[in-house]
């Protein structure tokens, strides 16, 4: 069976791993001479905003035999808007470095896969549509779902990423947020190891050329004085698609709308896309069907998406205080926010704040 792989980051790397454990050897065809993420150099994954209610690495590990080590456990997470800070603490999740970093997430996939990255090779999907019987799109971008007719979009942002100098703890991020300079958005702080992290801003509903304005306005409000030794610009689009199996096409990772539209989390929606895309190709089944709990998932964090969507900066300090009223095991280890009987309870708490405006 010939099955092209086009993109090398976490979903094609996750789908090439279990095509190889099903005894098919892919061709993976990568744009650039580096596989996965561009911009940011380390990510998080947060348990309770999860699907399941688990250690994400452990259920990586037990039900699809992907062993990653992560840079650290995530133990501490502060949150302030305003004047309002909170700090929320447990085994809350994990940090990961990402792209380019040694042992990134990425590279970690890589190095268990035998079939070779063939780097610097730009797929057209009209090109290999008809010369292979299978091919996952595992682009991180939308375009060939565009092409095919099948994407909306759900949220569109500007992202800044920094890479800053300091002292910094592994197990430790940092959220803002405050509608006056990230609307909607967010800011956050990631470590990448102990002495270099990634300063974000993501500010949706504007312009390119706006991007200097809020990301200046964010360094003042919070007296962020870090030594800033790179920074990259990034249009984000999440979108959803109306099916992620087209012909012979499986879409996967954020082609495929496997990530949230809450804050951007896409890293277990890629690793399991990439999987589910691989087993209906290897045992001949409906990838739509398969997918379905993690699309569901997608679109229940949507609805509450479009509820932050309208929140303004009183009505984060009232959520920040009523995390902070909520007991620490709840945070850590009970049932994650989005599960399905969980879920209206949050939406309907969340509209409550905002009925009390
Ligand atoms: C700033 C930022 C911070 C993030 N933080 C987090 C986080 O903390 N937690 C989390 O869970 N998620 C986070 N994410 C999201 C996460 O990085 C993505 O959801 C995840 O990387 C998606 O994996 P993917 O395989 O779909 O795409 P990618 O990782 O983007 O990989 C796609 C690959 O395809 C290649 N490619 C593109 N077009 C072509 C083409 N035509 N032909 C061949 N190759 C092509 C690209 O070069 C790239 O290597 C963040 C994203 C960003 C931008």
């Known amino acids: 069976m010939k099955v092209a792989?086009?993109?090398?980051?976490?979903?094609?790397l996750a789908c090439a791993y279990e095509l190889e454990r099903y005894g098919i050897k892919p061709v993976i065809l990568e744009k650039s001479h580096q596989a996965g993420e561009k911009i940011v150099d380390a990510a998080a994954m947060i348990s309770v905003l999860g699907r399941l209610h688990c250690d994400p690495l452990e259920y990586i590990n037990?039900?699809?035999?992907l062993n990653i080590a992560p840079l650290d456990t995530l133990r501490e997470i502060t949150i302030k808007c305003d004047r309002q800070e909170i700090s929320?603490?447990?085994?809350?999740?994990?940090?990961?470095?990402?792209?380019?970093?040694?042992?990134?997430?990425?590279?970690?996939?890589a190095a268990m896969i035998r079939t070779p990255i063939t780097f610097n090779e730009q797929v057209e999907l009209d090109y290999i549509e008809d010369r292979y019987d299978y091919v996952v799109a595992a682009t991180g971008e939308e375009s060939f779902a565009k092409e095919m007719g099948v994407w909306t979009l759900s949220f569109s942002s500007f992202v800044r990423v920094a890479a800053v100098l300091g002292s910094f703890r592994t197990d430790c991020i940092k959220i803002w947020l405050n509608t006056k300079y990230a609307r909607n958005g967010y800011g956050y702080l990631i470590p990448c190891n102990s002495a270099k992290a990634n300063l974000v801003l993501t500010v949706n509903d504007i312009t390119y050329d706006e991007m200097d304005h809020y990301w200046m306005a964010f360094l003042e409000e919070e007296d962020l004085r870090y030594i800033i030794t790179e920074t990259r610009d990034y249009?984000?689009?999440?979108?959803?698609?109306?099916?992620?199996?087209?012909?012979?096409?499986?879409?996967?990772?954020?082609?495929?709308?496997?990530?949230?539209?809450?804050?951007?989390?896409?890293?277990?929606?890629?690793v399991e896309s990439g999987i589910l895309a691989a087993r209906s190709i290897a045992k001949d089944m409906d990838y739509n069907r398969l997918s379905r709990p993690l699309l569901k998932h997608a679109a229940r964090v949507s609805k509450l998406r479009n509820i932050l969507n309208t929140y303004d900066n009183e009505d984060y300090i009232k959520v920040l205080s009523a995390i902070g009223r909520i007991p620490e095991r709840e945070l850590t280890y009970k049932a994650p926010l989005f599960r399905?009987?969980?879920?209206?309870?949050?939406?309907?708490?969340?509209?409550?704040l905002l009925k009390r405006r």
């Open 5 to 12: 792989i086009a993109g090398a980051g976490i979903s094609g």
């Open 62 to 65: 037990r039900k699809y035999k």
């Open 88 to 109: 929320v603490i447990g085994d809350l999740g994990y940090i990961f470095t990402r792209g380019r970093e040694e042992n990134s997430f990425e590279n970690q996939i």
């Open 235 to 270: 249009e984000s689009k999440i979108g959803k698609l109306k099916n992620v199996s087209v012909g012979n096409v499986c879409f996967v990772g954020n082609s495929g709308g496997f990530i949230d539209d809450f804050f951007g989390f896409g890293m277990m929606g890629a």
């Open 340 to 352: 399905p009987t969980a879920h209206s309870t949050v939406i309907s708490k969340l509209q409550d």
